[in-house]
Nanobody, 124 residues
Framework: QVQLVESGGGLVQAGGSLRLSCVAS????????MGWFRQAPGKEREFVTA????????NYVDSVKGRFTISRDNAKNTVYLQMNNLKPEDTAVYYC?????????????????WGQGTQVTVSL
């Protein structure tokens, strides 16, 4: 079992930056691929970005490319999401997710473990 705890959300003006963190604990059966998803009010949860088990591969949804960066520190069991040039449409609850596999996917159902979510609000 794996537990995930996010932090770092908050209120920021458009153009500002936030960094989300997600700490993983527990005993995964294999290496963990980590991802971030988000859910805006009235919308389905959507893929944002993922990073494979050793940080060697990442992918992003088109709407955040060039603005968001995912990274991980395996020594600290932590994955980060650096969000720059935030826009009001980035407002959502952001969820950290983990998948017991070496490679990431964009599919919500492929992830085994989820954090509780952290609110990100971007104002004009």
């Amino acid at each position: 079992q794996v537990q995930l705890v996010e932090s770092g959300g908050g209120l920021v003006q458009a153009g500002g930056s936030l960094r989300l963190s997600c700490v993983a604990s527990g005993r995964p059966s294999v290496a963990l691929t980590m991802g971030w998803f988000r859910q805006a009010p009235g919308k389905e949860r959507e893929f944002v970005t993922a990073i494979n088990w050793n940080g060697g591969a990442t992918n992003y949804v088109d709407s955040v490319k060039g603005r968001f960066t995912i990274s991980r520190d395996n020594a600290k069991n932590t994955v980060y999401l650096q969000m720059n040039n935030l826009k009001p449409e980035d407002t959502a609850v952001y969820y950290c997710a983990a998948r017991e596999a070496y490679r990431g996917t964009t599919q919500l159902n492929d992830y085994n473990y989820w954090g509780q979510g952290t609110q990100v609000t971007v104002s004009l």
